[in-house]
């Protein structure tokens, strides 16, 4: 008798087990469409099943285009293969590695990224030109340029600036400037 109750409770609870193993899965990113308010996706999951115009959800305040290839994690809504949508997704081959326990970065395909390390430092590298586009740019600290060489910070310019003189038609030096920095 008990293995005839197993039985039925396994039979009835195929229809739900099925559709927990379904809830979520894995797959390959093969084309992104990035032209409207939100981002659909072509996508192969497990044994070559290709889902066309997938949902891709995307953290508030960020968005990307990752590359064909890239690896996916997508749950099927109450186990609905009918409905998926991309939840996650990775590509290992751009990945800024070699991080602290506790650092985030924000990175590109090109190397290009923002690195918030240990210390309170923030490390941005832009491959060709970083351009900041505000009407006003305030710093509470100094500014330096040519950091890594014999650059000098925007006070020691100033300094150097405030204190400059030319030679004086008559052989003399003029005074400094009478505006300063």
């Given amino acids: 008798m008990g293995g005839y109750i197993m039985r ?3 039979k009835m609870l195929a229809p739900l087990k099925r559709r ?3 809830m979520l899965g894995r797959a390959v990113l093969k084309a992104v469409q990035d032209d409207g308010s939100r981002q659909y996706a072509q996508i192969t999951a497990l044994a070559g099943e290709t889902k066309d115009n997938v949902e ?8 990307s285009n990752p590359h064909s290839g890239a690896q996916v994690v997508f749950i099927n809504f109450a186990g609905n293969r009918d409905h998926p949508a991309i939840i996650a997704v990775d590509d290992p081959r751009y990945r800024k590695n070699n991080l602290a326990t506790g650092e985030v970065a924000i990175y590109t ?3 290009d990224f923002i690195h918030f390390k240990r210390g309170k430092i923030i490390e941005i590298k832009a491959a ?3 351009r900041i586009d505000t009407p006003l740019l305030e710093v509470t600290g100094e500014i330096k340029d040519r950091a890594d060489t014999d650059g000098k910070t925007m006070e020691e310019i100033r300094n150097i600036y405030n204190a400059h003189t030319h030679t004086g038609d008559s052989g003399g030096s003029t005074s400094t400037p009478g505006t300063t920095m």
């Fill in 8 to 10: 039925m409770m396994q």
């Fill in 109 to 111: 395909d090109e190397g």
């Fill in 20 to 22: 927990i193993y379904l």
């Fill in 56 to 63: 891709r959800i995307q953290e508030y305040g960020f968005t």
């Fill in 128 to 130: 060709t030109k970083l």
